[in-house]
């Protein structure tokens, strides 16, 4: 008996499964922390895995800088998941400043950038290395701050940074990531570049203590993607620029923010930009926003509606499939008849 009837209907369920144009996919990411059964809890919870997880190493000193990569390395090592990495630009030392990282005499900075990269480089011998280096540079709480005049600095120094990871291994991709809005200074100031930048990220977090909490939180979501280098100002400069985008962080704590969580999976879907990532900060360290422990209940469904759960076929698609499965039936009775017909 022969199947080539398959070849015929196979394209038609194919082309009726399809329907509409699908959303755009992106990688699903969280920051847990440094205890990977923290991420077996979120996956427990979300009820499937997560695409990544995103890891921060340490820069309070060059010992915390160059040895803490190598210790979280080791604590992730048997988790199969893509690592999103943040690796602070210079550290915070005595006398560690974007100038001197900046300038021609840097060897300390080299030395130790080639350390980080090499660690990583051991660590995962094959594949896609993410690296996100110098975010939230537009803002003055960490001391890669451009703020104050400092921008050229900051990209002469990220170049550098650049420069000697690509020398361990072209298998980097680097992100540049401000945080949202105008935190005194536009962050197009300090771009390194399109040689040096693969992907454009934003961080932003939705805080009650300064952000909007009338209307479950739809005000403050709307405030987002239109403020001053929000949400739009981030696509705009990626489709310019031609890189794709990245939510390096967001994080919600307005308990009855399910209408902000709504609106943002909604923009994901209906992106006009590819998004490599999108990051959930599922933690209580720096920003309360964990919602795997019943901390904020309705947050927390409002999620795993979003992101939870597996998408599954929709009636129009069972539907094609029954049709392209019964118009198969009836080709291949056809044939098996006028084959009788003949012998």
């Excluded at 915390?64 to 999103?84: I, N, P």
């Excluded at 006398?95 to 900075?109: D, K, P």
């Excluded at 803002?139 to 020398?167: H, I, M, Q």
């Excluded at 964990?290 to 509606?305: G, K, N, V």
Aim: aromatic residues 14%.
């Amino acid at each position: 008996m022969s199947s080539h009837w398959l070849l015929k209907i196979i394209p038609l369920t194919v082309v009726l499964l399809a329907g509409a144009p699908a959303a755009r996919a992106q990688m699903l990411s969280v920051y847990v922390g440094n205890t990977p059964g923290d991420l077996a809890g979120f996956e427990a919870w979300l009820g499937h895995p997560a695409d990544g997880v995103q890891l921060h190493t340490g820069y309070k000193g060059w010992a915390d800088y160059t040895g803490s990569v190598g210790w979280l390395r080791d604590v992730y090592a048997g988790v199969e998941r893509q690592k999103f990495w943040s690796i602070p630009l210079i550290p915070e030392a005595e006398a560690a400043t974007l100038s001197a990282a900046a300038g021609s005499n840097n060897g300390a900075y080299v030395t130790a950038w080639n350390t980080i990269a090499s660690a990583l480089v051991a660590g995962q011998p094959t594949g896609t290395i993410y690296v996100r280096t110098g975010w939230e540079f537009n803002a003055n709480w960490f001391p890669w701050s451009a703020l104050d005049g400092k921008a050229a600095d900051y990209v002469a120094t990220y170049r550098n940074f650049v420069t000697t990871f690509r020398a361990v291994s072209d298998r980097f991709v680097f992100e540049w990531c401000p945080n949202i809005g105008d935190q005194g200074m536009n962050p197009a100031e300090a771009y390194p570049g399109n040689d040096y930048v693969d992907i454009i990220g934003m961080d932003f977090y939705y805080n009650i203590a300064w952000d909007l909490t009338d209307r479950n939180g739809l005000d403050a979501w709307n405030y987002k993607v239109i403020e001053s280098y929000g949400l739009q100002w981030l696509v705009d400069f990626a489709v310019e620029h031609d890189k794709p985008v990245a939510y390096s962080e967001w994080g919600v704590n307005n308990p009855n923010g399910t209408a902000y969580l709504a609106a943002f999976a909604e923009w994901l879907a209906n992106s006009s930009v590819e998004v490599v990532y999108q990051n959930y900060w599922n933690s209580n360290a720096a920003f309360d926003g964990m919602l795997s422990d019943d901390q904020y209940p309705l947050l927390a469904a409002a999620y795993l509606e979003a992101f939870g759960q597996i998408p599954e076929p929709s009636v129009g698609a069972l539907l094609a499939v029954g049709l392209a499965l019964a118009l198969g039936g009836w080709w291949l009775r056809r044939k098996i008849i006028r084959r009788q017909k003949m012998g």
